[in-house]
């Protein structure tokens, strides 16, 4: 069963998804060379105290940490750690959430630590990123699930690898619903499999956590024996976005995003819903 959200409830998303928001603004700026992704939780946590908020990923089946923080060829789920120095030229992934009044926020983003980065690595972050805005413009009133993950496969098949190949669409992992769970009915692929069907149509009080994985290479990947950390199996660098978003009457607002997606949405032709706490 997919959770209908009202547009009462769609306001408590849209306040746990700036205080995502804020998370993502406050660990960008603190991941540089030399601080360790145990850090980065600690500065995690300190946003959530300063909002009220709770964490949805510390203690969710068992995790450890407030944020997962995901370096170089771990695709999902990192742990953050002391052991682990962030170093020039690294790219992490980080995914975080919080709760505000019961109500669920949860994004991902990727930075570039430091400088140097090599171009291949800035094409998988922004292919990466756009092809989660192309979803995110295929949530439209009428569409199916379906459509979404068309257009997020449709946008990475179409743009040419630097140095030849195609990017590899993590398989195991993927969106979902999202509301008084962080993650709900139904899952989000990031591909087209025909034998999965159309899947639901989109209408007013859908709301999903849309978030492609690319890497450079495979889409296959293996969890460590931490049972929590996913890496590529060829070891190749991968690269996660995430937004959450509600659609309404009036079109897609994404509750994560500091602008509800206005900016990104035009360029594809779509007006924003209104911000509920503009």
Not at 91 to 116: E, L, P
Request: hydrophobic content about 40%; glycine content about 12%.
């Amino acid at each position: 069963m997919v959770q209908i959200k009202t547009p009462e409830q769609i306001v408590k998303m849209r306040e746990a998804g700036l205080v995502v928001a804020a998370i993502h603004a406050a660990t960008r700026e603190a991941a540089v060379p030399g601080a360790s992704t145990k850090d980065l939780d600690e500065v995690a946590r300190k946003v959530l105290a300063d909002h009220n908020a709770k964490p949805n990923f510390l203690g969710y089946g068992g995790f450890p940490a407030t944020i997962c923080t995901s370096v170089n060829e771990v695709v999902v789920h990192g742990i953050p750690s002391d052991e682990v120095v962030l170093k020039d030229g690294d790219i992490i992934s980080i995914d975080c959430g919080a709760i505000i009044d019961g109500w669920h926020g949860d994004a991902a983003y990727t930075a570039f630590v430091g400088s140097g980065h090599a171009p291949e690595l800035i094409e998988l972050s922004r292919v990466t990123e756009e092809s989660m805005w192309a979803g995110i413009a295929a949530m439209k009133l009428g569409n199916r699930l379906v459509d979404i993950s068309r257009a997020i496969e449709t946008y990475i098949r179409r743009q040419p690898k630097p140095g030849g190949g195609k990017y590899g669409i993590v398989e195991d992992y993927g969106g979902h619903g999202i509301g008084t769970e962080m993650h709900m009915d139904p899952h989000l692929l990031n591909y087209v499999e025909k034998r999965r069907g159309k899947g639901p149509k989109l209408i007013p009080g859908f709301c999903l956590a849309i978030e492609p994985m690319v890497s450079l290479g495979t889409p296959k990947t293996e969890v460590l024996s931490d049972d929590w950390t996913v890496i590529t199996t060829d070891g190749t660098w991968s690269s996660h976005w995430e937004h959450s978003v509600a659609l309404t009457e009036e079109g897609p607002l994404v509750l994560t995003a500091p602008d509800g997606g206005k900016a990104k949405l035009a360029e594809h032709g779509i007006t924003a819903a209104p911000d509920p706490l503009a």
